[in-house]
């Protein structure tokens, strides 16, 4: 018998295709079975707690996460999106409407957003991303069964903890957006100065990116169209924050923060890194302050202006909820 059939690398060769052929059916049953009609968003910034907010609506593991499926790099089937892709709330896009349908209603699957699915049965779809800001609108006009949280970190510690995130996938050049036309026409035509002429440092250049990737959606929403989550509150006031969210959530349940669920409060997501804040014993809210130079702070500030945005945190670590509501409300 030749030695090939006994090829280790073979045979586990098919059994990661079996195992993934078996996830991809049984996903497809949980479908068909009308298992996905409840769907939660988490949306927002690279680093600004996406994952562990995911982390604790799924305390009980009875959704199934899709974890970022609008990743550029590594999700394939989304050759018709760029990153951070932009859509008109009322635009009629084919190609993204097919990939953004099959993906809120559950019928999408990829092996990467999909890594952590053990389950049989499922009861929802929980769908968190950190390139999706820009069709936040768009999803709420076209698909009203949808329930977007909009997850907001101050920028100064979202652009730290991504150049700590060395082997994350990041925008990290600004006038990438300069290519999405109708973005331009609709929202970045008196900021092109801004952006072309951005410095290269990498803190400058992300405190850019977070600014139109929430300058957007801000102009684009209503303050009833997204539930808006900041880091900051929910990490000084887990349960008080948490009660508020899964009050929005499930409108017609009454709300128990399980004992379970409150011990994943202070557990990091399972994509903190090495030199994650938590780990090492110190606040994620005040350390950018000590460790980014004050240039750069100024630069930053003077950036988030630009945009009107400036006042959400201004240099303080927590932010001004009431500025962000009249800010999504005018």
């Known amino acids: 018998m030749s030695p090939a059939l006994f090829n280790p690398s073979i045979y586990g060769d098919l059994s990661s295709r ?11 049953l949980n479908y068909l079975l009308g298992n996905y009609q409840e769907a939660v968003w988490l949306v927002g910034d690279g680093r600004s707690g996406t994952t562990w907010v995911s982390n604790l609506i799924n ?20 050759e018709s999106f760029q ?30 957003p999909d890594a952590l699915n053990k389950r049989f049965l499922y009861k929802g779809l929980l769908i968190k991303d950190i390139f999706a800001n820009l069709v936040i609108a768009w999803v709420k006009r076209n698909l009203p069964h949808v329930k977007p949280v ?30 999405q036309p109708a973005l331009v026409d609709d929202h970045l035509a008196p900021f092109r100065e801004v952006i072309e002429q951005v410095g290269d440092d990498f803190i400058e250049r992300q405190i850019l990116i977070w600014s139109i990737i929430h300058y957007v959606p801000f102009r684009q929403l209503n303050r009833r169209d997204a539930y808006v989550l900041f880091y900051e509150d929910l990490f000084e006031e887990p349960e008080k924050e948490l009660a508020n969210l899964f ?15 409150l011990a994943k409060i202070r ?39 630009r945009f009107g945005l ?20 005018r």
């Open 150 to 179: 909009f997850v907001i970190r101050n920028p100064f510690a979202v652009a730290l903890s991504k150049q700590k995130r060395t082997r994350g996938v990041w925008m990290t050049d600004p006038s990438d957006f300069l290519s």
């Open 267 to 305: 557990k990091p997501s399972q994509t903190p890194g090495k030199d994650n804040n938590i780990l090492l014993g110190k606040s994620p809210i005040e350390t950018w302050k000590n460790e980014l130079s004050s240039a750069q702070i100024d630069r930053g500030m003077d950036i988030l202006s």
């Open 83 to 112: 990153m951070h892709h932009y859509l008109r709330a009322d635009q009629a896009a084919p190609d993204e409407t097919k990939v953004l349908e099959s993906i809120f209603s559950g019928r999408f699957y990829h092996e990467r």
């Open 18 to 28: 079996a195992k993934q052929l078996t996830k991809q059916a049984i996903i497809r």
């Open 59 to 78: 305390w009980h593991g009875h959704y199934r996460e899709m974890f970022e499926p609008f990743h550029p790099a590594l999700v394939s089937g989304l």
């Open 310 to 329: 400036d006042k959400i945190y201004g240099t303080r670590s927590r932010p001004d909820k009431t500025f962000v509501d009249n800010l999504i409300s």
């Open 247 to 261: 009050g929005y959530l499930f409108e017609s349940q009454s709300v128990t923060l399980e004992p379970k669920l």
